[in-house]
Every structure is written in C-alpha cells, then in structure tokens.
C-alpha cells in the first residue's frame, strides 16, 4: 500500500524490548492520541507480549492483523516475533528479548522504507540485551542510520522549545574528543538547521555551539577542539545559517530561550538540561535518516515494567512529533556546503 497516493497516514509504534515498559506506554499513548479518519496506529512486535499488557491494564484495546479492523478499540499489529511469551519475563533483560526488540526494529524499517508505514515511533530498547543478542549497535540512533544507509546523521533531544542536538552519542568521554573535527560539527548544525526550517517551519533560526572544554578552552589551555568547533561555525554562517559559538555550555544552557537550538558536543553535556527540564516529556528524533523515526526519551525501566506506573507522556509526544514530520512532507538532508 502507498500511504501518501491515499492520504492515510500510518504511524509504526516499535515494541522495543519486551521485558522493559515499552509494550506498556505503547498501549496507554494510543488512548491518548486523538487519532483522526486519517490517521492510525500499526503495533510491530509480538502479540502475547502486547496482550499480557492489555489483559493486565485492563485496556479494552483489540489486537488485529487485519488491515481495516470494524472494532472502535481496534489496533493493527504486525508481528515481528512470534515466541511465547514466558520468554519475556518483566524487568530481565535477555538474549531473547534483544532479539525480539531487534527483530521489531527490522521489520519497522522495512515497512517504513515500502512506503507501507509513514514513519515509525520506537520504543526503548536494552543496550545489554542487544549485546547478548549479538546486536552490536549501542543504540537506535546507529542502527537505523546503517539500515537506511544514511550517510549523515544526527540525535535531536526535543523539550518543548528547547532543542538540542548532539555531536557525539553513545561512546566514552575519553574518545569524544577525536570525534570533534569541522566537518562533524557543520554537520551537525546543519542537519539541525534543515529541521527547524523545514518541520518547524522556522525562518532563519539561530543556532548555539557548546564548546567541549571548560571556559570553552581558554583561549587552547584547557585543549584545543574549540578551533574545530569555531571553523564550524564559520562555515555554517557562510552557507547562511545563523550559528553562534563555541560557547562556554553552562552559560549557553543558562541562556537557552535566545537559541532555536543548541549542538552539545556530548551526551551528557546535552541530556542533563534536557531531563531537568522535560524528564517525562522529552522526545528522541533522528536527524538525517529518509524515514521518520521518534522515540520517547527515557529507557526500558525495567526496575517498573509490569508494574503499570510507566507514565506514556514521552511516548504521546514522540507519535505527535511523527505526525508533523509526516504532515510537512520530505526533505532533503543532503550536505550544501
């Protein structure tokens, strides 16, 4: 089927792990979301797994594999694992569970990339479990880029107004420094700026540039990445986009309302001013792939999972921020410069 010949969008809502709360705010943001005669939910993972959710939340949610279900309460699914469900125990992480989240993944993306999905809305998997699995991706973000093939790519934390986007992800502090160059940089501000321009609609937005070293360097003696960030910057305002940095990160966090957007140069540098500010409400969104793809921003829980206190506001706003992206169309993340 071609979701944009019929005008009916289909948002893919990934299982994640298993043994974590995925399945669980899944379920509970679909009731949420004021879904429209144009829209709809497809869930892809395993249909016990989704089930011992609805029988334990006491959800009057009905599981079909039929494309068009006649049930108000129905939801298409397609599934991607087909193992009992005992093999998926809450809150342990398993050789078994990463499989089956990875698995899900597989099949998300390929719909997406047939043109049967219009984007895909990933739940949080485990980083261990993929690992026992033999999946060796240390998150979402690497995986989907390798299976799109995307040749750039980019993790944006969105937080109601604040956005920030990341230069490095899932990597120790000690090697964040080699990946600091110009080119890594630009690309990161750039794949930010086409996001702003183009799904938010914001007309020459303003980017800021966090420096990696205390006091930005110090003019080089606290190191000397803050030259690689400043020739990115450059050559971000000479392909005219308003960039502004290196920058000091605690004074650019301090002042984050001037900016559309602020590039971290690590992970946590860019997730601790994302958590105190929207720790339940936080969307992931991967910058550069030729698919949409959100996620919530918060992990697998699995100290709560089969517990029914996971909070899907994350979730509701991820499938929200994939509905824009659909709506807006298309864009070309190709480099300028």
Not at 236 to 253: H, M, Q, R, T, Y
Not at 323 to 335: Q, S
């Amino acid at each position: 089927m071609n979701t944009k010949s019929d005008g009916f969008m289909r948002i893919g809502i990934v299982m994640g792990d298993p043994s974590g709360i995925g399945p669980e705010v899944a379920l509970k943001a679909i009731r949420f979301v004021d879904w429209n005669a144009n829209s709809c939910p497809i869930l892809i993972g395993s249909r016990d797994v989704f089930q011992r959710e609805i029988n334990r939340l006491n959800l009057p949610t009905h599981l079909s594999c039929e494309e068009n279900s006649a049930s108000p309460d129905g939801v298409r699914l397609v599934e991607s694992v087909r193992e009992e469900v005992n093999r998926f125990p809450y809150g342990k992480p398993s050789k078994q569970s990463g499989q089956a989240s990875y698995n899900s993944i597989l099949m998300a993306v390929e719909l997406a990339a047939s043109g049967s999905l219009d984007a895909i809305v990933t739940s949080p998997i485990s980083k261990s479990a993929f690992g026992l699995a033999g999946v060796e991706f240390p998150g979402h973000t690497e995986l989907l880029a390798q299976l799109t093939k995307a040749p750039r790519y980019a993790m944006m934390l969105a937080a109601g107004k604040l956005k920030v986007t990341l230069v490095t992800t899932h990597m120790a502090l000690s090697q964040v420094g080699t990946q600091i160059t110009a080119g890594t940089v630009f690309d990161k501000i750039e794949l930010s700026a086409i996001f702003l321009s183009h799904y938010l609609k914001l007309q020459s937005p303003t980017i800021g540039v966090c420096a990696l070293n205390p006091h930005a360097g110090e003019g080089g003696k606290f190191g000397t990445e803050e030259k690689e960030i400043a020739e990115a910057v450059r050559d971000a305002n000479n392909s005219a986009i308003k960039a502004e940095g290196p920058l000091p990160a605690d004074s650019l966090f301090a002042h984050w309302q001037k900016y559309d957007c602020v590039v971290s140069c690590y992970h946590d540098q860019g997730l601790i001013p994302v958590k105190m500010l929207a720790f339940d409400t936080a969307v992931n969104v991967t910058l550069g792939l030729p698919i949409v793809r959100t996620s919530p921003d918060h992990g697998t829980a699995f100290d709560i999972a089969g517990e029914g206190k996971a909070n899907p506001d994350s979730m509701i706003e991820a499938i929200k921020l994939a509905r824009k992206m659909v709506l807006a169309g298309r864009v070309e993340w190709k480099r300028k410069k």
